[in-house]
């Protein structure tokens, strides 16, 4: 049950993340991509406030509370990294480029965590891979966005090396007796760090709209929600399992960005999707 609950996680955290990023692209073309995470991350922290104050009002351990802080730490350089490559390249080359976490990911799980997977198991998660990459390559031109283009894949990649190894860390979180309260803070520290980078840079968030801020809104729920999904899993599941489910997200980004956004979606990058939509439904049949 355990591992059918962790799947089923994952997938909502996949469908979650890969909207967001959508949203995330969407909204980045004309407002500020630090402020556009600060704010909309601090917005979606609400709702995991109430609930970790009704059904886990308890402090936690000195320890517990500095894992959160660091946590928190990371995640901020992580979504940072990640929504300036965003701002900088196509949606579905950023996050194709950042699912690539799962691979440090899933040997961190079997190196540290001493997880183990069954052959079948760890087929599946290969074709995940499989799917990921070729989702993610792409030839770009000759034109003057090649260098934006390149940032934003290496930023991309940074945050996958920080997010990936954040990952234990959120593992110890969840599996802790304050798994709700540890999740906030965690939350809390990374906005926490985020606003003096914000505020040094004196940088203002173009939204003065109700329509816009409604969609700042509903890109925070969304992402907070798909990380909460995600962390969720990672407590009553093996990370090598949950997160090549979770980080196949760019399936559901390079879709939305073709259909609304109008970025082309290469004979390669359809493969890709099917491998990891395949990869997805053959481990959830077998776990």
């Not at 909204?27 to 109430?50: E, F, K, W």
């Not at 997880?115 to 087929?123: P, R």
């Not at 090396?161 to 809390?188: C, D, P, T, V």
Request: glycine letters at 8%; charged letters at 10%; a positive charge.
């Amino acid at each position: 049950m355990s591992a059918t609950a962790a799947i089923l996680l994952g997938l909502v955290a996949m469908l979650g993340f890969g909207m967001a990023d959508f949203m995330a692209k969407a909204m980045l073309t004309r407002t500020n991509a630090i402020l556009t995470a600060l704010v909309s991350q601090s917005i979606g922290s609400l709702l995991y406030l109430g609930a970790a104050l009704a059904y886990d009002p308890t402090i936690p351990s000195a320890a517990l509370v500095g894992l959160a802080l660091f946590s928190g730490l990371l995640s901020a350089a992580v979504l940072c990294a990640y929504y300036v490559a965003l701002s900088l390249g196509k949606a579905s080359l950023v996050a194709s480029s950042f699912s690539c976490l799962t691979v440090i990911a899933v040997v961190l799980s079997l190196l540290v965590l001493r997880e183990s997977l069954t052959t079948l198991q760890l087929s599946s998660i290969i074709l995940v891979f499989i799917g990921i990459v070729l989702v993610a390559f792409e030839r770009n031109g000759n034109d003057g966005t090649d260098s934006s283009r390149k940032l934003s894949v290496v930023l991309a990649l940074a945050a996958a090396a920080l997010g990936g190894g954040n990952l234990l860390l959120q593992k110890w979180i969840a599996e802790s007796g304050h798994y709700l309260m540890g999740f906030f803070l965690s939350r809390i520290s990374m906005t926490a760090l985020m606003a003096p980078l914000a505020l040094r840079r004196q940088e203002t968030l173009s939204v003065r709209t109700s329509r816009g801020w409604l969609k700042l809104s509903l890109l925070g729920l969304t992402d907070v929600s798909a990380f909460f999904a995600w962390y969720l899993g990672l407590r009553v599941g093996q990370v090598s399992i949950v997160t090549p489910i979770a980080t196949s997200s760019p399936a559901v980004t390079v879709l939305l960005a073709h259909l609304f956004l109008k970025e082309r979606v290469r004979p390669h990058q359809r493969v890709g999707i099917f491998a990891i939509i395949f990869g997805i439904v053959f481990l959830s049949a077998i776990s």
